[in-house]
């Protein structure tokens, strides 16, 4: 079975601009969350797909917003970067509660 | 509110024995994860604890007590491939998400 695939694994963007992150599930999951890391800190979450629909968000501005496909994969957008967007953003699938997995990251770093 | 703590850094020598505690106060508790990441990679599986006691699974064990709020990963014979951050995380919420601490950086010494 192949595992939670990211892409792309780094990206450098200018304030302001917009990105898009990408996230492949692990087979079999139906739920994909996505979390923000900066540097020296613990994950943090920002939302969470099921079943193509948003199932719960965490502390972020709506410029942070999502999709998830018919296929379980997942995109991450974020509009309006700023310099405090600058993290590793972790995609985690997994079906229901059962089996969190993570993928490698993306590590984005806004200029 | 939402607290996970554990300490910020560790220090221990090769072969040796480290526990690394977590507290923490979420609304809700379905579980608790331990978490290994090395620098500027992902967050990789060690343990899940649901249940009071111990979990023990190779060089690594887990505890929990759900009525203290709180855990602790042991670790046993440290390898110096052990130097790493290793994360506490509650799945809490009626949608399961994880709340992570800060981490603890762990560092082993000849």
């Known amino acids: 079975e192949t595992g939670v695939t990211q892409s792309p694994t780094h990206l450098i963007k200018t304030r302001g601009q917009q990105v898009t992150l990408r996230c492949s599930s692990q087979s079999g999951h139906n739920t994909v969350s996505w979390y923000q890391q900066a540097l020296g800190q613990g994950p943090q979450f920002i939302f969470q797909y099921y079943r193509e629909e948003e199932n719960g968000r965490g502390n972020f501005p709506p410029r942070f917003s999502g999709l998830q496909f018919p296929n379980y994969s997942s995109e991450l957008n974020v509009n309006a970067l700023e310099l405090d967007d600058s993290a590793l953003y972790l995609c985690?699938?997994?079906?229901?509660?059962?089996?969190?997995?993570f993928g490698s990251g993306t590590r984005l770093t806004v200029v | 509110g939402q607290n996970i703590d554990q300490p910020t850094e560790m220090t221990a020598t090769e072969g040796a024995i480290v526990q690394i505690n977590c507290t923490y106060q979420t609304s809700g508790f379905n579980g608790l994860f331990w978490y290994q990441q090395h620098a500027g990679e992902a967050p990789t599986f060690l343990s899940y604890n649901v249940l009071d006691g111990l979990e023990e699974k190779g060089r690594f064990s887990s505890f929990l007590s759900r009525s203290k709020g709180y855990s602790y990963l042991l670790l046993k014979e440290l390898q110096m491939k052990d130097s790493a951050s290793y994360l506490c995380a509650v799945l809490s919420g009626g949608y399961n998400k994880l709340i992570f601490g800060a981490g603890t950086r762990l560092a082993v010494h000849p």
């Open positions: 985690a699938s997994s079906l229901g509660t059962v089996g969190y997995t």
